[in-house]
């Protein structure tokens, strides 16, 4: 990243051909380690998507998608909805055997 000078501050340029700093490359998850980390949770006990993300650190939606993308694959199943609200339910997620 490169800053140039303009009228009122500065602008800041993102170059193409930027490195990354050793301390953050390896870094991220493994492909599916989040999955297969929400699969054993759930064959312990079942439990909803806010309890899942808080235990696996993981923004709510993002664990909401992965529950919905496990389920097209037959790996959990919706075990029941719970009324949170008058309005909002939570639904119980479990493994599927």
């Known amino acids: 990243?490169?800053?140039?000078r303009a009228r009122?501050?500065?602008?800041?340029?993102?170059?193409n051909h930027c490195k990354l700093i050793e301390k953050i490359k390896g870094?991220?998850?493994?492909?599916g380690y989040s999955k297969r980390r929400i699969v054993k949770l759930l064959e312990?006990?079942?439990?909803?998507?806010?309890?899942?993300?808080?235990?696996i650190k993981i923004e709510n939606?993002?664990?909401?998608?992965?529950l919905y993308e496990l389920e097209t694959n037959k790996k959990v199943k919706r075990i029941k909805k719970v009324k949170v609200d008058q309005k909002h339910?939570?639904?119980i997620w479990g493994p599927s055997k």
């Open 1 to 4: 990243m490169s800053r140039r």
């Open 8 to 15: 009122r501050g500065f602008i800041y340029v993102l170059e």
């Open 27 to 31: 870094q991220s998850r493994q492909e």
């Open 44 to 55: 312990k006990r079942p439990q909803t998507a806010k309890e899942i993300s808080k235990l």
């Open 61 to 66: 939606n993002t664990t909401r998608r992965m």
């Open 89 to 91: 339910y939570a639904i």
